[in-house]
């Protein structure tokens, strides 16, 4: 059973929006730091934004930081990312992640991922 599913990705011009959510199932995550990393076509994956488990700390890429907004309902389990001013170098495979990380930026603190989203930006 995959712990994490993503679902909202999707085709958008530039300048457009989309919201990513992230639900987890299986467990509870709402102590476990948050992320959403990106791996676009070619590229190796990258942090994109964080979430502390209080959702009082948060932390964001400097590519996507102003435009991107992480946020989470622990009552629900999910944890979202909106996306607002799209580019098309913001298109990859949107993967969420959790885990009892300190270092929030490094992929390899978190246990538990999604199978990513596709979204796709056109110019």
């Known amino acids: 059973q995959v712990p994490l599913v993503e679902s909202g990705g999707g085709l958008v011009q530039a300048g457009g929006s989309l919201r990513l959510s992230c639900a987890a199932s299986?467990?509870?995550?709402?102590?476990?730091?948050m992320a959403w990393f990106r791996q676009p076509p070619g590229k190796e994956r990258e942090f994109v934004a964080a979430?502390?488990?209080?959702?009082?700390?948060?932390y964001y890429a400097d590519s996507v930081k102003g435009r991107f907004t992480i946020s989470r309902d622990n009552a629900n389990n999910t944890v979202s990312l909106q996306m607002n001013s799209l580019k098309p170098e913001d298109t990859a495979v949107y993967y969420c992640a959790a885990g009892p990380v300190i270092t929030y930026n490094y992929q390899y603190n978190y246990d538990y991922w999604g199978q990513g989203t596709q979204v796709t930006v056109s110019s």
């Open positions: 299986g467990r509870t995550f709402s102590s476990y730091t």
């Open positions: 979430i502390r488990w209080s959702g009082r700390s948060t």
